[in-house]
């Protein structure tokens, strides 16, 4: 028996990840990032192949991922979650900086950063696992980070078909 729904018990937080190749500035809202390794501190970010996002890690070579806090509201996931960097600036509403990689990203509902170079990418059908090793990271406020378990049951959000985790109905 294969029960979908069972991976629902995971936890998963929300988070952005983030690049800029020097042509195009991209980021957008996961689900799926992890500390894979301490010593040298690496991790692992899950973006679908088909995000605009995805391309621009490939080419910058780098990425930052931010930790998305509690104070995140729809407007600001659906900013991040449900449009295109490809005709969009997701960072002119939020404010954007620049993290130690050159990576774009919003400081505003955000607990905590990480800036990576990037150094494999693995391909797992319709993502690409990015690992990188952490250049810097830093906590940045003390709210809570958001799971994707609030998502779905406070804020009432979506799974995006988009998302590592989407599973069709």
Same mark, same amino acid.
């Given at each position: ?17 983030? $690049? ?51 104070? $995140? ?6 900013? !991040? ?6 005709? !969009? ?22 607990? $905590? ?16 696992? !990015? ?5 810097? $990271? ?32």
């Amino acid at each position: 028996m294969l029960d979908p729904t069972a991976l629902f018990k995971m936890t998963y937080g929300l988070y952005v990840v983030s $690049a800029d190749d020097g042509t195009t500035r991209a980021g957008c809202l996961i689900n799926t990032a992890t500390q894979v390794t301490s010593s040298p501190m690496q991790i692992m970010v899950a973006v679908n192949k088909d995000n605009v996002t995805a391309g621009v890690i490939e080419r910058a070579g780098a990425f930052t991922v931010t930790v998305v806090d509690l104070t $995140a509201d729809m407007p600001y996931l659906g900013n !991040f979650g449900f449009r295109t960097s490809a005709n !969009f600036d997701k960072f002119e509403k939020y404010g954007c900086e620049v993290s130690e990689v050159g990576s774009p990203y919003s400081p505003e509902h955000i607990c $905590a950063l990480a800036a990576c170079k990037l150094v494999k990418t693995v391909d797992v059908g319709t993502h690409y696992l !990015f690992i990188g090793e952490a250049v810097s $990271a830093e906590k940045v406020g003390d709210g809570e980070p958001m799971t994707y378990s609030y998502y779905h049951s406070t804020l009432k959000g979506k799974t995006p078909p988009k998302a590592s985790s989407y599973v069709a109905e």
